[in-house]
């Protein structure tokens, strides 16, 4: 499924409502914020908004105000094609990821800044 984004992203964001009735917050709010990513990658960006937005709602749900709360927040201005302000918080969190994650991440902007809108 990893070269089919879309799909991808459909499935993390299933695992992750599942989290979070269990109330898993945490495990809940990273799908969320990797199936919101996946989704700015394919375009679907109202669809990666209403991740960024159950991943916001598990880190208060969850009461988790380290690093995942500045991710959402990332995506969250990713979809809304605030680039300025989603850059500006991903430079300041970019170092605490792995380099895999950090490339999809990266690849959004990429995305975004090719994209017409």
Known sequence: ML?????AANAYGAAADMY??????FEAGWLY????????????????????RKASLSCVEGRIDVILNDLSHVLRRLSERNLYEAEETWNRIRMKFKESYANLVDSCFRSLRKSPG
């Not at 979070?20 to 917050?25: A, G, L, R, S, T």
């Not at 914020?33 to 960024?52: H, N, Q």
């Open 33 to 52: 914020c990797e199936s919101g990513f996946l989704y700015v990658r394919v375009g679907k960006l109202d669809d990666a908004l209403t991740m960024a």
């Open 20 to 25: 979070f009735k269990c109330q898993e917050h």
């Open 3 to 7: 070269s089919d984004f879309e799909s």
